[in-house]
């Protein structure tokens, strides 16, 4: 696989131009961009274009191979000349981002790509090709930016901890916990004094133990490709069966359960801290079952799994004890990854 290499473009920033962080989020379904600027008020997030998932050609996911991997390369590279520019109209005629120039916006501190566990199982299934896309990425998009880029997985700790990191960055205090629904795996992550496997992190002017678990291979996807053949989580399963239950589609999933088993002691001693829920999570109603499993409507977002995931995600909150009175959030983890460059918060040594 040949690297492809380009002059960056010298554009002089503007005389107030504000320190920025280019940060892409490389996830199991999609690469997205993001941009911070950093004002007296706090992180402005700019959000990007989506390209394909960097793990795709590895993974030969959406009908990717690695004879596509430089044009999965080239397109992550081109949303940043893409952002800088309107992005195409909604539905509703709005523009899908709003035009960035960073290049006289922007001094930019630090550029990284962060893939998660969609690239952290490409890398277990085949180290070679993943080193190559690694290696050609971050040769390419250093070129770009005529700077030292960082290109890598983010740990499974990582993970969870930035989604932590940036609802804290919003909160007055720490004194919550975030359970985080992705594609591939799932994460858990709360200050916890008591555990022995905390790490310390910098948070603000302070030092915090803070406890993370990542169930990896347990994400919404990665489940959907285990459970698919049970009939009891078929989208619109109680129009087939009218003694339909959601016991049913649950008796396939007491694996998860049973490995959710010490987290959950964990999180029932941790008091009662306040909880919120990113990711997949953040888009639950409580009709979802209802609508998906008894009476088999489409929503327009994958049908075939709705059911599935209606209920797969209930269970997931009662295996690991969270409280029923959590909260959504919208946050990105990306922000979380942002603070912890700008403050080095895992640098407590």
Same mark, same amino acid.
């Given at each position: 696989m040949a690297a492809c290499s380009s002059t960056p473009e010298r554009v002089q920033p503007d005389p107030d131009a504000s320190a920025c962080y280019i940060i892409y989020d490389a996830g199991s379904s999609a690469t997205r961009l993001f941009i911070y600027e950093e004002t007296g008020s706090g992180w402005l997030k700019h959000k990007g274009p989506e390209t394909d998932a960097l793990s795709d050609p590895v993974r030969r996911n959406r009908g990717k191979s690695m004879s596509d991997a430089n044009n999965v390369i080239a397109n992550i590279l081109i949303a940043l000349d893409n952002i800088r520019r309107d992005g195409p109209v909604d539905e509703n005629g709005d523009p899908e981002w709003p035009a960035f120039d960073w290049r006289s916006r922007c001094i930019v501190k630090a550029a990284a790509v962060f893939a998660t566990a969609g690239m952290r199982l490409a890398e277990v299934q085949d180290p070679r090709n993943s080193a190559l896309i690694w290696r050609n990425l971050n040769e390419r998009l250093s070129t770009k930016l005529g700077m030292s880029v960082t290109t890598r997985s983010l740990t499974e700790y @990582? @993970? *969870? &901890?930035? %989604?932590? &990191? %940036? &609802?804290? @960055? &919003?909160?007055?205090? *720490?004194?919550? %916990?975030?359970? @985080?629904?992705g594609g591939v795996s799932l994460q858990v992550t709360f200050p916890c004094p008591f555990c022995e496997n905390a790490t310390r992190v910098r948070v603000k002017d302070e030092t915090v133990p803070v406890f993370g678990h990542s169930f990896l291979g347990w994400g919404q996807d990665e489940a959907w490709r285990k459970f698919r053949n049970s009939s009891a989580c078929a989208w619109g399963a109680g129009l087939k069966d009218p003694n339909w239950r959601v016991d049913d589609c649950e008796a396939a999933m007491v694996e998860f359960a049973e490995s959710a088993a010490e987290v959950s002691r964990k999180v029932e001693s941790s008091g009662n801290m306040r909880w919120y829920l990113t990711s997949a999570f953040s888009y639950m109603q409580n009709t979802d079952i209802d609508h998906f499993c008894r009476k088999g409507i489409n929503d327009g977002f994958q049908p075939e799994s709705s059911c599935f995931r209606a209920v797969y995600l209930q269970n997931v909150l009662d295996s690991l004890s969270v409280p029923s009175n959590y909260e959504l959030s919208k946050v990105n983890w990306t922000l979380g990854a942002v603070v912890c460059t700008a403050t080095r918060c895992l640098e407590t040594r």
């Open positions: @990582e @993970e *969870g &901890l930035y %989604a932590w &990191l %940036a &609802l804290r @960055e &919003l909160r007055s205090d *720490g004194d919550f %916990a975030v359970a @985080e629904m």
